[in-house]
C-alpha cells in the first residue's frame, strides 16, 4: 500500500510517500515560500541506490499549486517514483485541531471536514492550511482514500480534572472551551518508541516535545495524563515566536491601557513572542551562535527556555507519581545538547543524572544520555510524525477493507 503523508502548514507543505507495511519511506520533501515570488521544492528520494534531490525554484501563488506541483514530481517520466497519481493508496494528513470530535484517526467524509473547518477559530495558524490540504489533496488524488490524523487525538485520554479548566461549567459544556493538546501524533510516536527502548510498556515518561512549536506530556502505559498545550497550542512552554504560559491579566492590560486590539494581542503573542521577542531569533541554531558571541539577552532567553521545561517536568513528575525517563524530540530537542543539558541541571532529588559527554554525541538513532546510576533515564528520540501518521491510515485501511470485506 502506497501512502502518501501531508503536513500542509500556512507557508509551507511537507510531504513523505511511504510503502507500507514495510515502512520503507519512497521520497520526502519540503515546499516552501507557497505565495512569495521565490517558492521552491526541496524533493529527495530513497529509491535507488543512493539518496537523490532535486529542487525547484517555481512561482507558486498557493497550496493547490504546490502540491499539484509535487504530483507532478511523483510521476515525473525520469525521475518519478509512481506512474500516475492513482498508485497512492491512501493519503494521510496532519490536521492539528480535532476538537472533542475526534479521539481517533477517521476517513474524511463531507462530515469530517465540516467538523475541521468549524475548529479553524481554535487554531487558526493551523486548521485553515490542513484544510485547504485535504480539498487539494482530493482533486490531485482523486482516486486515494483521504485520512485525517489529528494533533489532539492522543490527549483524549486526559482525565477530567486535567482537561477543565477553572471556569463556569457552560463554557465546557456549551462552548468547549478545555484542554486539547497538541503534537499527540508525535508525543504518541515517541513514547511507544521509549516503551520499546526501556522494555517497559507501563513506564512513566515526561515526552518534552521541541520544534517551532513546543509542548511537554506525562505519559504512562502510552495514554497522555496531562499536557502543556491547551486550548490552543499557545499555552505552556516557551516556543519560538509564542510566548506559552502568560498571566491572562497581561491581555487585559494591553488591551485596557496600552489601547491593542484582539487581533493585535494575537499576532503579539503567537508571532512576536518566545524566542523571537526576547532575542530577535526564532532558531535556536542563531541564539546558540548569538551566545557564543556574548549576547547576554540570548544567554538569558535561554535559562528562560530551559527553566520552563523544568517547571513542568518537576509538576509531571508529581502527576506520574515518579519518572522512568524523561523523552526529548523534535527539532531542538533532538539537536540542542545545550537546551537538554541546562533542563537536566540540578535535578538529582528525581534521580535524574545526565552524562554530559553522551549528551554531546550526534546521532539520528533513539539513545539513552544517563548516568548509570540514573534511576531516570534521559532518552533522546527522533520523532517521525509522518510514519506515525502512515501507520496509522495503514491500520484504518486494513480495518476498513476487511469489516467491508
Ligand atoms: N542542529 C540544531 N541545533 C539546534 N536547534 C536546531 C538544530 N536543528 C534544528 N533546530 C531547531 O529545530 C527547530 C525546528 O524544529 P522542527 O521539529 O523541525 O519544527 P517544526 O516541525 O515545528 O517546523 C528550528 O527552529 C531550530 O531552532
Ligand atoms: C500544534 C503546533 O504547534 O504545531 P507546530 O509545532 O507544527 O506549529
Ligand atoms: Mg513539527
Not at 191 to 213: C, D, M, S, W, Y
Not at 284 to 292: G, S, V
Request: some cysteine; hydrophobic content about 40%; aromatic content about 8%.
Amino acid at each position: 500500500m502506497n501512502i502518501f503523508v501531508v503536513n500542509a502548514g500556512s507557508s509551507s507543505i511537507k510531504y513523505q510517500l511511504f510503502r507500507m507495511p514495510s515502512e520503507k519511506p519512497i521520497c520526502s520533501g519540503l515546499v516552501e515560500r507557497i505565495g512569495l515570488e521565490d517558492a521552491v521544492i526541496t524533493h529527495q528520494i530513497f529509491t535507488g541506490a543512493e539518496e537523490k534531490t532535486i529542487r525547484r525554484n517555481l512561482d507558486l501563488p498557493d497550496h493547490a499549486a504546490g502540491l499539484q506541483e509535487v504530483g507532478q514530481l511523483l510521476a515525473d517520466p525520469e525521475s518519478g517514483v509512481i506512474q500516475d497519481p492513482a498508485e497512492i493508496d491512501v493519503v494521510g494528513h496532519r490536521v492539528v485541531h480535532g476538537g472533542e470530535s475526534f479521539a481517533a484517526t477517521v476517513i474524511i467524509t463531507p462530515e469530517v471536514k465540516a467538523e475541521i473547518k468549524k475548529l479553524f477559530p481554535l487554531a487558526p495558524l493551523h486548521n485553515p492550511s490542513n484544510y485547504l490540504g485535504i480539498e487539494v489533496a482530493e482533486k490531485t488524488f482523486r482516486r486515494s482514500w483521504q485520512v485525517a490524523v489529528f494533533d489532539t487525538a492522543f490527549h483524549q485520554t486526559l482525565p477530567e480534572y486535567a482537561f477543565r479548566y477553572a471556569l463556569p461549567e457552560a463554557f465546557y459544556t456549551d462552548l468547549g472551551i478545555r484542554t486539547y493538546g497538541f503534537h499527540g501524533t508525535s508525543h504518541k510516536y515517541v513514547a511507544e518508541q521509549a516503551t520499546q527502548f526501556l522494555k517497559n510498556p507501563e513506564a512513566r515518561l515526561v515526552t518534552i516535545h521541541l520544534g517551532n512549536g513546543c509542548s511537554m506530556a506525562a505519559v504512562k502505559a502510552n495514554r497522555s495524563l496531562d499536557t502543556s498545550m491547551g486550548f490552543g497550542p499557545l499555552s505552556g512552554l516557551v516556543m519560538g515566536t509564542r510566548s506559552g504560559d502568560i498571566d491572562p491579566s497581561v491581555v487585559f492590560h494591553l488591551i485596557n491601557q496600552l489601547g491593542y486590539d484582539p487581533e493585535q494581542v494575537n499576532t503579539l503573542l503567537n508571532k512576536r513572542s518566545g524566542m523571537l521577542g526576547l532575542t530577535g531569533y526564532s532558531d535556536m541554531r542563531d541564539i546558540t551562535k548569538a551566545i557564543q558571541e556574548g549576547n547576554a539577552a540570548a544567554d538569558l532567553a535561554y535559562d528562560l527556555y530551559a527553566y520552563r521545561i523544568k517547571k513542568y517536568l518537576g509538576a509531571y513528575a508529581a502527576v506520574l507519581n515518579g519518572l522512568d525517563a524523561v523523552v526529548f524530540t523534535a527539532g531542538v530537542g533532538e539537536n540542542d545538547p545545550e537546551v537538554r543539558a541546562r533542563v537536566c541541571r540540578n535535578l538529582d532529588y528525581l534521580s535524574i543524572h545526565l552524562d554530559e559527554e553522551k549528551n554531546k554525541i550526534r546521532s539520528k538513532e533513539p539513545r539513552e544520555i544517563n548516568q548509570p546510576d540514573s534511576r531516570v533515564k534521559v532518552l533522546v528520540i527522533p520523532t517521525n510524525e509522518e510514519l506515525e501518521i502512515a501507520k496509522q491510515c495503514y491500520e484504518l485501511l486494513l480495518q476498513t477493507t476487511e469489516s467491508s470485506s
